[in-house]
């Protein structure tokens, strides 16, 4: 009898016959259809459990899981319903799913015919990496006079790991070869200079830039012949991602640790496609998560399992350690893609010396956020006092985020300040923009 659940109808049809009880002692006819009603209503319970309860297999059910989650993304989770009954039924689902999404209210109710099938999907947007737990996915079936229910359980306790940000690295990709990026208009990337490899000599056609022409091979064969160039492959790219306690900042539930993780993943899989070497590390008191920069086939997989379970520890990052490692572990010269976050031109004095000490042998780009909340202040008309207060504050730190870029452009330190939910398209870009200007 565990199984056995009253449903609200029951409950209602009592209550009404209750009223009519009530009704009965100011109306003594009453008092016999009361009495029927109440007979018919628990006839009908008896009924409506033989009905549900006839088969120990009224219904079969699945959870369809993919494989692991992506962190910060939509996520579908399917399942798939069939009604062995004889005629329709109405079930309720209630999916026990992980306690991190702290969903209390969680129920999909849906009617399925005899003998039917009903498939259908729900979606679940993890804010952090790490291990998700399912509990039990609950089916409650009642027949159409909707009296009782029998509970049935499927696939109790299936574990989901969290992994960065996979699911739209196909879309990256697709965009990063034709070497633009739809944010608020289309920024294409125009190739200086020829600072590629050489690919192969061919004949020249109209549009060729006449400035490649190979007059060796054009007085041997006798007509123009010119030298063809493709991107330099096999540069090495390297990643460096603060998990200080400045990283730890929330927004739209995502850390600013994990912004940084995800456009890691998306900028990496970009990398390796372009045939460069993909690298990267955590730092904070010390360096952790090392990723040697390579670009064999199991680079990418190497790169989300090192981030696939990496926390801010809240200390102050020391970057002077970070200086230490970098020129111990970088012995050439690399593009160094460093994400953190300086709030103030004085945070940013505080580390510049190491900065420029990394910058002395590699390219390095510091990526740092701009805070949506002071966004939304600086465009926000104001009605009072207060809210003017509020504007000239947020129009401070702004000023003072310029400032950084500007003292970092002193030492030749290029820098990408963007908001968290931009940073994958605008790191992109700017791998893509050092590639086509050939200054790495």
Same mark, same amino acid.
């Given at each position: ?65 993919? #494989? ?21 039924? $109405? ?21 399925? #015919? ?16 790490? #291990?998700?737990?399912?509990?039990? /996915? ?29 699911? $739209? ?99 990496? $899989? ?51 350690? /970070? ?14 893609? /460093? ?39 600086? $465009?926000?008309?104001? #009605? ?23 003292? /970092? ?32």
């Amino acid at each position: 009898m565990k199984n056995l659940y009253i449903n609200t109808r029951f409950f209602f049809t009592l209550i009404g016959v209750g009223i009519i009880y009530v009704f009965a002692f100011f109306f003594p006819f009453l008092m016999i259809v009361a009495h029927i009603l109440l007979l018919m209503c628990f006839l009908s319970v008896m009924v409506d459990y033989l009905f549900v309860f006839n088969r120990k297999e009224g219904v079969l059910s699945q959870r369809i899981l993919p #494989e692991k989650l992506s962190n910060g993304d939509e996520n579908p989770i399917k399942i798939d319903i069939k009604n062995n009954y004889r005629f329709k039924i $109405h079930v309720k689902v209630i999916d026990e799913i992980p306690f991190q999404f702290q969903k209390r209210d969680f129920m999909i109710q849906k009617n399925i #015919e005899a003998g039917r099938n009903s498939f259908f999907q729900y979606i679940l947007e993890p804010k952090e990496r790490g #291990e998700y737990s399912f509990g039990a /996915l609950n089916i409650f079936v009642s027949s159409p006079l909707g009296f009782v229910a029998k509970r049935f359980t499927f696939q109790k306790d299936a574990m989901l790991p969290s992994y960065p940000s996979f699911i $739209h690295l196909r879309k990256y990709e697709l965009m990063a070869l034709q070497n633009e990026f739809l944010l608020g208009g289309i920024k294409k990337i125009r190739k200086l200079g020829h600072t590629m490899e050489f690919e192969q000599i061919k004949e020249y056609v109209p549009g060729d830039d006449i400035r490649t022409i190979n007059w060796k091979a054009t007085s041997k064969a006798n007509r123009l012949m010119v030298n063809q160039f493709q991107d330099e492959k096999a540069q090495r790219i390297f990643m460096l991602i603060d998990k200080g306690r400045t990283m730890k900042m929330p927004f739209n539930g995502l850390s600013l640790l994990d912004y940084s993780i995800n456009a890691t993943m998306a900028l990496s $899989h970009i990398i390796l496609k372009k045939g460069d070497r993909a690298g990267m590390m955590t730092f904070s008191k010390k360096a952790e998560n090392r990723v040697a920069a390579d670009n064999k086939s199991g680079q990418l997989k190497k790169i989300s399992e090192a981030l696939y379970n990496v926390k801010t520890d809240f200390f102050e990052s020391d970057f002077n350690r /970070l200086y230490q490692d970098v020129k111990f572990s970088l012995n050439q010269r690399s593009l160094v893609l /460093l994400f953190t976050n300086f709030e103030t031109l004085d945070g940013l004095n505080r580390q510049l010396k190491y900065l420029r000490g990394i910058a002395k042998n590699h390219l390095l780009v510091v990526v740092f956020f701009k805070n949506s909340e002071i966004q939304a202040l600086m $465009h926000k008309n104001p #009605e009072n006092m207060q809210e003017i207060y509020d504007e000239i504050v947020a129009e401070k730190f702004e000023f003072e985020k310029k400032l950084i870029i500007q003292e /970092l452009r002193k030492y030749g330190i290029y820098s990408v300040y963007t908001l968290p939910e931009n940073l994958n398209i605008d790191v992109i870009n700017k791998y893509l923009e050092i590639k086509a200007r050939g200054i790495l």
